[in-house]
């Protein structure tokens, strides 16, 4: 494909400047802005954005609620953040979160830059709370990218990353590849993984399990119905703290405001990133104070809280509400999804297309008897797309993540429809060369 010489210039620079360690790369892409559910590419093209930066700008690109919060606080600057002093909106995104979160008993909130930081807080707050070592995540599960949550997302130890010494990595069922068979895979296997848990939980050592709603990073795997269910009186049967990761699929996307509730539970411990910021860096654990509200100064960043951050998130948490973007989700991602279908129909390698809202997965096979899963083909699809206009990834190797900003119309739907279509057509034919991925590793 021909890039723009702006586009290849900043590039370029890229290469020379910013480190590589911090870099997940599918195609040569370089954007200078965005407006609703377009990015434009510096040289002017116009790309439609079915990734949402990985969720993170789930309420579109220049949404004017989150524009005018974010002035109205920098124009009244605040300091710089919440560790020794208070200001209105760091307690009162605080006390927001508090009151838009389902749970029990008295519960304190802390915020942080990064679902990473959240979570990281979380495992080692369990830990200290409970004087606990162990921790259960799932197999193909993703938590953060340092510290503890790096070392206990199967998706950077499976690549080679340290695992923390104490973990148990559980099975998280697949309704697409159920790990059991039998009459009934899917509820056999819902089975294995509670038992499995359940030994694991019986030995009395583990301070807290987590887990992701949907495993987004894994693959896009949306969990038969009952399991979260299971999962909870599996962990308040053993007195396990029961946290949930809505990082990446909480917050409308799954046609829900909080992606556990698609199966009615209440966690203990929820945690909460990416779009609670509206693109800037927010995140957040609401959990029992008895878990985190000690000891003072054992978790500190020194703009956590801070003034323009926290207006934004109150924002956000205001605008899901008042704009009805569970609902709008879940309308859209109908539509998305019987698109999808009908695309599946007629294709020999889309194995799957699942669905909660517009959390979307779409699976590449090398066939539809095997269901080999194509990793090779699914670089060259997000490639392709990227090429006819689309900027989508891929997870769990072969499975595109369709997310695009929750505000997505019916037009700019069907158009992406007709987008992937194309892009799935095209690279199952080899319009797209080895050689043109090669630099692009992604994951
Ligand atoms: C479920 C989940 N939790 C946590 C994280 C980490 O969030 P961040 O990259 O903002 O630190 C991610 C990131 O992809 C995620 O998908």
């Avoid at 038969?224 to 396990?240: D, E, I, M, W, Y």
């Amino acid at each position: 494909m021909t890039i723009s010489p702006q586009a290849q210039a900043l590039l370029d620079r890229d290469a020379k400047a910013v480190a590589g360690i911090e870099k997940l790369r599918f195609f040569p892409i370089a954007i200078e802005k965005g407006k609703g559910s377009w990015l434009t590419e510096v040289g002017g093209r116009k790309l439609l954005d079915l990734s949402s930066t990985w969720t993170a700008c789930g309420l579109g690109h220049g949404h004017p609620k989150i524009i005018e919060a974010m002035v109205r606080a920098a124009q009244s600057p605040a300091g710089a953040g919440g560790l020794s002093a208070v200001h209105p909106d760091s307690v009162g995104f605080a006390e927001d979160l508090l009151a838009f979160t389902p749970g029990e008993g008295e519960r304190r909130v802390y915020f942080g830059h990064s679902g990473t930081d959240a979570n990281d807080v979380v495992f080692r707050a369990a830990r200290q709370a409970t004087g606990k070592k162990r921790i259960v995540t799932f197999k193909l599960g993703y938590h953060g990218g340092l510290g503890v949550a790096m070392k206990v997302s199967d998706v950077h130890i499976a690549a080679g990353a340290e695992a923390d010494p104490d973990l148990f990595l559980a099975t998280y069922p697949n309704p697409f590849r159920p790990h059991v068979a039998g009459d009934d895979p899917i509820a056999a296997s819902v089975a294995a993984s509670i038992a499995e848990i359940d030994r694991e939980l019986a030995k009395g050592d583990v301070c807290c399990l987590m887990a992701e709603p949907i495993l987004s990073d894994g693959g896009m795997i949306i969990p038969p119905k009952g399991f979260l269910t299971a999962l909870q009186a599996t962990c308040r049967k053993h007195g396990v703290l029961l946290a949930v990761d809505e990082v990446k699929m909480g917050l409308g996307r799954a046609g829900v405001m909080h992606a556990f509730q698609l199966d009615g539970i209440v966690p203990d411990i929820v945690t909460f990133g990416k779009l609670i910021g509206g693109g800037l860096p927010l995140s957040a654990a609401v959990a029992p104070a008895w878990v985190i509200d000690g000891p003072a100064a054992s978790a500190l960043l020194t703009t956590a809280g801070n003034p323009i951050c926290t207006a934004v998130g109150r924002q956000v948490m205001r605008t899901l509400v008042e704009e009805d973007i569970p609902q709008r989700s879940a309308r859209a991602g109908k539509r998305f999804v019987s698109g999808l279908k009908e695309l599946m129909k007629d294709s020999p390698v889309i194995g799957d297309v699942r669905a909660e809202g517009l959390a979307i997965g779409l699976e590449l096979v090398t066939d539809k008897e095997s269901n080999t899963p194509d990793r090779a083909l699914a670089t060259k699809v997000v490639y392709r797309a990227f090429e006819l206009g689309a900027v989508v990834h891929y997870v769990g190797g072969n499975v595109l993540e369709i997310t695009p900003p929750l505000i997505i119309n019916d037009e700019e739907i069907d158009l992406a429809v007709d987008i992937l279509g194309k892009a799935i057509a095209d690279a199952a034919a080899g319009k797209v060369s080895d050689e043109a991925v090669a630099p692009y590793a992604g994951w």
